[in-house]
């Protein structure tokens, strides 16, 4: 069975994207069940160009990838989601709707905090580093949680794990 991925930052258009990318990246590459989703709570409309730059630069397929409302994961056909987790300080301390997640459960909420990288310094050079340097902090955290037993852990332990990861 799948497990779905819902990442969450305010506008949708960055951080949530790299980290989209990098997990259905390093899934399928591994050969996990996982797929990752991004949204957000207030969406931009468009993904930030140093996100898709740094992506593709890096060889992550980044087609259809688009800036969405995390509603979409709120609908009665959206996919059963076993994990949410928010990127972004803001979209962590905003309510969330109700995601449905496996078997009536809700899914499990964690908060792995980025800064932005839009806000770096140094022009366009400067904000291409911090992309670069989130995208490859994204990275290592997605393949820690790849390297997790999710299909046999229970919530307590995946919560665990997964809050560990996000102190890593």
């Known amino acids: 069975m799948t497990t779905h991925v819902l990442i969450l930052c305010t506008h949708n258009s960055a951080r949530s994207v790299l980290s989209e990318c990098m997990l259905n990246h390093w899934a399928r590459k591994l050969g996990r069940d996982v797929r990752a989703h991004s949204a957000g709570s207030a969406p931009s409309g468009r993904i930030n160009p140093f996100a898709l730059e740094v992506l593709q630069r890096a060889g992550i397929d980044t087609s259809g990838v ?13 996919p059963a989601l076993s994990i949410v987790i928010t990127v972004c300080d803001s979209a962590a301390g905003e309510a969330c709707p109700v995601f449905v997640g496996r078997n009536g459960e809700s899914p499990i909420k964690v908060h792995w905090g980025y800064p932005d990288p839009s806000n770096a310094e140094g022009g366009d050079e400067g904000k ?41």
Do not use: C, N
């Open 66 to 78: 688009h800036s969405k409302s995390w509603d979409r994961f709120a609908s009665p056909d959206a």
């Open 128 to 168: 291409r580093q911090a992309f670069e340097l989130t995208r490859q902090a994204i990275g290592y955290r997605m393949l820690q949680l790849l390297a997790l037993p999710l299909e046999t852990m229970d919530r307590v332990a995946l919560r665990e794990a997964l809050e560990a990861i996000g102190r890593s």
